[in-house]
Structures are given as C-alpha cells and as structure tokens.
C-alpha cells in the first residue's frame, strides 16, 4: 500500500502546513481536501490561479495530486432534493480533473440504515451512478467511504450502521453505478458494528481502491469512541494487513484529533510500519 495523510484530521491546518508534515514524514500522497470543510485552501468558486498553485505547492514538497476529498449526502427522499449535492461533486470533479487528480473521496449519505426508505434508497443510488458517470468522463474515480451516521456527544460519538457500512447495500450501490470503487475505512466499520473485516475484505477485495487508516477508542465508563491512532483501539490490523498485503492503492491516514495531529499522524504510520513488518 501506498501511504499517505488524510485531508480530515488537517482541517484546522494551513495546506502549506499539511505538505510540510506530510513531506517530513516521508510521505508522497495528501489527500486535498475541496469544497469538504469551510477551511479547504480550495472551494468550489476556486480561481484558475489558485488551482494553479495548489499545483505548485505539491510539487515543491514532492508530494502527489492523486487523492482528494469532499463532504456531500445523497440520502434525501427525492432526486430533486440531492441536486445541490450532485452539482457541487461534479464541481468539485471538475477541480480536481484540472489537477490531475486520480481519485475522489465521496459519501452516499447520512440516513442511518434503518431509516432508509424506497425514495431514499432510489434517490442515492441514482445519484452515485451520476456523479461516477460523470467523474469517470473527466478522468476522476469516486471512491465511496464506507461510514456510518454518526451522533456527537460532549465525551464522545456513536457510529450508526448505514448504506456505506451494510454490505448488502453496498452490493446494491455498485450494482448501481459502474466504476464506483470503495474508500475502506476499517475503523468506521467496526466502530458500526461490523466485526468481521475478513470476510467484508473477501466479499469487496476487487472494489477497495482506496483506503483511511485510523482508530477509535472506547470512553471509559460509556457507550462512547474517541479519535485515536492506528492501533490505540479495537480494530484487528494484522488481520485486515494480511488481507490485504497485495494492496497497492493508497491508504490514507486519518487521525482526526486537530490538538496533536503531528504526533497522532506519526503515531498511526510507526503503528502500520510495525504490523506490516510483522507478517
């Protein structure tokens, strides 16, 4: 696998800032955060000349346009109703084709499983076959990540089960829309509910193109997670490696705690280096 840094956890710091972490750390891949977080160096009014020197800034830090992400939700109980969100990822396609970019994170959305109903269900995955159409004309692949509703507390959060982390779902979602792969968030899975990553990776080995490396930890004495490093919470890392020890795709690291980003990026990448020499 080709690792590289997540655009979330850097959405408190400065692009410049990101690059130089990430070129620090030895790393060739940064996720480039669009139109995600109203902090993004580029939104969708974005200029020629800004997109010009986001160009620029990668490439005086070595570090590759090949990844990048937005925030959307597809879920609502019309095609109507999701137009906003169909016109900003091709905004955001249009972009990121301009720099070159390989792949582009998406969501389907935000409805939690249990609640999602026939028009609901039609309404996304018309628009996923849209925007894949349409992203893989310009030469950009949308990656779907897989992850859960999630409801914040003050100690922590909850994931809930979604369309993007109940696999009969996603069978249905890349039935749907050709060319669509996945964004692998194993930690977003297990923080669902769903355990067995060997057979999830058995059952979407040819659609997992990408990946986010990250963990959560259990608040003591709650139901709840936090952030954390690689290998600081439940998810199983040897066996989802071993799984995927052919893997060449890139596997992002999302630590999504902005106070000490560094050190949690650093933490995460000495973490995955030891299990991968392990087996």
């Known amino acids: 696998m080709n690792i590289g840094n997540a655009s979330w956890g850097f959405r ?29 160096f580029l939104q969708l009014d974005a200029s020629g000349d800004k997109i010009e020197k986001v160009r620029s800034m990668f490439a005086s830090k070595n570090v590759k346009l090949y990844c990048a992400s937005t925030g959307n939700n597809f879920t609502y109980d019309s095609l109507e109703e999701a137009e906003a969100d169909i016109a900003k990822v091709k905004k955001v396609i ?3 084709s301009k ?20 028009a609901k269900l039609n309404t996304m995955l018309k628009a996923l076959a849209e925007v894949t159409a349409y992203g893989l004309k310009h030469k950009v692949i949308p990656a779907v990540e897989t992850h859960g509703a999630v409801e914040g507390f003050d100690k922590g959060v909850k994931h809930i089960p979604s369309s993007s982390t109940d696999s009969e779902s996603l069978k249905r979602i890349f039935l749907a829309a050709p060319g669509l ?21 058995k059952t979407f080995k040819d659609r997992i193109e990408y990946m986010h490396l990250k963990d959560f ?20 890392w040897k066996t ?12 992002l690291i999302e630590y999504e705690v902005t106070e000490d980003i560094e050190d949690g990026l650093k933490r995460s990448l000495e973490f995955i280096r030891k299990v991968q020499k392990s087996i």
């Open 99 to 118: 720099l070159g970019i390989r792949y582009l994170r998406i969501f389907s959305g935000w409805t939690t499983l249990d609640k999602m109903n026939a």
């Open 12 to 40: 408190e710091t400065p692009l410049e800032k990101q690059l130089e972490i990430t070129s620090k750390m030895g790393l060739e891949l940064l996720e480039l955060g669009i139109a995600g977080h109203d902090n993004d």
């Open 240 to 251: 989802i490696l071993t799984e995927l020890k052919a893997y060449k795709g890139p596997a």
């Open 217 to 236: 930890a259990p608040v003591a004495g709650t139901d709840l997670l936090r952030p954390a490093a690689c290998g600081e919470g439940p998810v199983d």
């Open 94 to 96: 249009d972009i990121a």
């Open 181 to 201: 792969v996945m964004n692998y968030d194993p930690a977003n899975m297990v923080a669902a509910g769903y355990s067995d990553q060997k057979t999830f990776i």
